[in-house]
């Protein structure tokens, strides 16, 4: 199943890095063009973020009813995630268990692919969200 | 305040074994919330007056929440410690997380500390001039409680031959 797609702006982009990772290439437009990066992108922190939500409406959507995000067994970050860009991701289901961090659910793994424009990957997640048992 | 650090350190000058304290956080209601709000939208983690009556029975942080904090205090102590965020030699940049692990909620007025130990430096070389630095980090909250743990590889730039 894919989920929608969504984008950071530049002022939720500058917003996200003042507030949790305060790095020139997350800041100023000009370092991010020095950069490794190649120009002002998101932090990785964020787009998981935005990633992890865009998952939660999708699985909800579905009747899945995630609680809670428990657990990151992977995450890798394939490409910076640039002003405006659109994100949006693939998910699949995996394994499910009894049992979690959060009394009354059972585990669900979820492999995301986070794209970017074009169908580009962004990043690769594999998660473990709480789910409802029984549900 | 005085720096730690004699000088900036390249990959070659970190060892495995280093550990740091980057410091701690409190975490407010108000800065919870204005995070769901735009990344974690649920109840129990947006509104606190729902949230009594939900599964914690009050508000808790959101996840990533969390762990984005780990990244300011790593970037905040490394500033004045490492000297190496403004330079860009110990660049930051992350490239992969392994084995993330939450382990309790975080509610308002928890003070969580966050600990980073470096566990392993790997022989590949990106892009000609970046290694790759693995650190174990942890966060224990004002009881000592473990609330979340995880392993992320980053880049450090290696000393010119």
Known sequence: MNSQARSLSHQE?????QAFDPQPYHLDSAAGD???FGGLCASGWQ????ATQLV??????EGVCPVMLTGVPSLTWRKPTFVDQSISTGIILGDRKSGSMVPGCDSQTVTISVFGPDESLVAEITAIFAVESGA | MSNLYLRNRWFEDLPVGEFHVFGSHTFSELEMVAFARRYAQAPEFTDPDAARTLRWGGLVAAPWQVCAMWMRKMVDYMEVYAQGVNDGRRNGAGISVQAMEWFEPVRPGHTITYTYEIVDKSNKVIRDKWGVIRSRNEAFNQNGSKVLSFEIDILAERAPT
């Open chain 1, 13 to 17: 982009i500058i917003e996200f890095a």
């Open chain 1, 34 to 36: 020095a950069s490794i």
């Open chain 1, 47 to 50: 787009v998981a973020a935005l």
């Open chain 1, 56 to 61: 939660t409406e999708a699985l909800t959507a």
